[in-house]
């Protein structure tokens, strides 16, 4: 059964809101399939196993970003994309990897901003935005587990390489800011998104990519880029997650028609508002 559509989970459920088909079966965790949902409300979306969660989402629950909020008032809210559909309710502002430090400079300058869920990339942000940002402390767990060692030792083994880190991971900052025996070749080192990951793969001509995120993004950029050679930096970096949704659930599923990603009404009202917004800019 080849999938109608491949890509991160965004432009996942923008595919699936112009597709004409009225039923998505949507291959991916929870939260992806809520985005799905409220941008498509005239579409029934399916997941085909329920228990794909996220740790990186479940770090932010609605009810501690409230309180949150409550602790700063006046503080604006900036959400990476990352996050439940009733968490983006709460936000100002949704943001991508690609889009999170454009965002952060347009907020006015005497504004607090809260920066959720993910702290490495909101470290990561505020270095190339130049703010200081009041950071969620939560973190993808697969992500989290890259470390700056496994960056530099295979470094040091591919000369010839590039290195590709998704900005969730744990390393980012030691990686792009730390003091100068520590850095890395400037013209080999990309920080990216999973689709920035896909274009560099088809652009660049490097023999080898070493790739910091999810191990299963290996299978997309080798199937893009046949001719390279991609080389996980943790070759453990496996989500358990996003491995629940297997190829003997999809049947079923379509089959029995379940199960329904429902996100009520009011809350996807809201959430499409802000991640309409984000996609806007
Ligand atoms: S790798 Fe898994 S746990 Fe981490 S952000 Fe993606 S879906 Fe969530």
């Given at each position: 059964?080849?999938?109608?559509?491949?890509?991160d989970?965004?432009?996942?459920?923008?595919?699936?809101?112009?597709?004409?088909?009225?039923?998505?079966?949507?291959?991916?965790?929870?939260?992806?399939?809520?985005?799905?949902?409220?941008?498509?409300p005239?579409?029934?979306?399916?997941?085909?196993?329920?228990?794909?969660?996220?740790s990186?989402?479940a770090?932010?629950?609605?009810?501690q970003?409230?309180?949150?909020?409550a602790?700063r008032?006046?503080?604006?809210?900036?959400?990476?994309?990352?996050t439940?559909?009733?968490?983006?309710?709460?936000?100002?502002?949704?943001?991508?990897?690609?889009?999170?430090?454009?965002?952060?400079?347009?907020?006015?300058?005497?504004?607090?901003?809260?920066?959720?869920?993910?702290?490495?990339?909101?470290?990561?942000?505020?270095?190339?935005?130049?703010r200081?940002?009041?950071?969620?402390?939560?973190?993808?767990?697969?992500?989290?587990?890259?470390?700056?060692?496994?960056?530099?030792?295979?470094?040091?083994?591919?000369?010839?390489?590039?290195?590709?880190?998704?900005?969730?991971?744990?390393?980012?900052?030691?990686?792009?800011?730390?003091?100068?025996?520590?850095?890395l070749?400037?013209?080999?080192?990309?920080?990216?998104?999973?689709?920035?990951?896909?274009?560099?793969?088809?652009?660049?001509t490097?023999?080898?990519d070493?790739?910091?995120?999810?191990?299963g993004?290996?299978?997309?950029?080798?199937?893009?880029?046949?001719?390279?050679?991609?080389?996980?930096?943790?070759?453990?970096a496996?989500?358990?997650y996003?491995?629940?949704?297997?190829?003997?659930?999809?049947?079923?599923?379509?089959?029995?028609?379940?199960?329904?990603?429902?996100?009520?009404?009011?809350?996807?009202?809201?959430?499409?508002?802000?991640?309409?917004r984000?996609?806007?800019?």
């Amino acid at each position: 059964m080849p999938a109608s559509s491949v890509s991160d989970s965004l432009q996942l459920s923008q595919q699936a809101g112009a597709t004409p088909k009225s039923l998505i079966l949507f291959c991916g965790v929870q939260f992806m399939a809520e985005t799905a949902a409220v941008l498509c409300p005239d579409k029934r979306v399916l997941i085909p196993d329920q228990e794909a969660g996220c740790s990186l989402a479940a770090t932010s629950p609605v009810d501690q970003m409230r309180a949150s909020k409550a602790e700063r008032p006046g503080a604006v809210v900036v959400a990476y994309v990352s996050t439940d559909a009733e968490v983006n309710t709460e936000a100002d502002y949704c943001c991508t990897s690609t889009s999170a430090a454009q965002i952060v400079q347009s907020i006015p300058e005497d504004r607090e901003i809260l920066f959720s869920p993910d702290m490495f990339l909101g470290l990561y942000i505020e270095r190339r935005a130049g703010r200081k940002l009041h950071l969620w402390l939560g973190e993808c767990h697969v992500h989290a587990g890259i470390r700056t060692e496994d960056v530099t030792s295979l470094m040091d083994a591919h000369s010839d390489a590039e290195l590709l880190l998704h900005p969730e991971c744990r390393c980012i900052s030691q990686c792009m800011f730390a003091p100068s025996e520590r850095q890395l070749p400037a013209d080999r080192t990309f920080v990216l998104s999973t689709g920035g990951m896909v274009r560099n793969a088809r652009e660049c001509t490097a023999p080898v990519d070493l790739v910091g995120t999810e191990v299963g993004m290996l299978h997309r950029l080798r199937t893009e880029a046949p001719g390279k050679s991609f080389v996980p930096l943790d070759a453990d970096a496996v989500c358990e997650y996003m491995k629940t949704i297997t190829l003997p659930k999809l049947y079923p599923s379509l089959r029995d028609d379940v199960e329904a990603v429902t996100v009520p009404e009011p809350v996807a009202d809201r959430a499409r508002l802000v991640i309409e917004r984000m996609v806007a800019n």
